[in-house]
């Protein structure tokens, strides 16, 4: 039985990091494309 609890808990974490990894790659994305927004901005400016 305890092998079972061991195991959850082992998917469950790996699962969280899973899911933390893909927003942290959601936000790098989105911050990318602020980035490039602010650019052309500026390139139109000048």
């Keep these: 039985m305890t092998y079972f609890f061991l195991f959850a808990a082992y998917v ?25 927004i602010l650019k052309n901005r500026l390139r139109v400016r000048e």
């Design 12 to 36: 469950l974490i790996w699962a969280g990091l899973a899911w933390y990894m893909s927003t942290l790659s959601k936000k790098q994305q989105l911050l990318r494309d602020e980035i490039y």
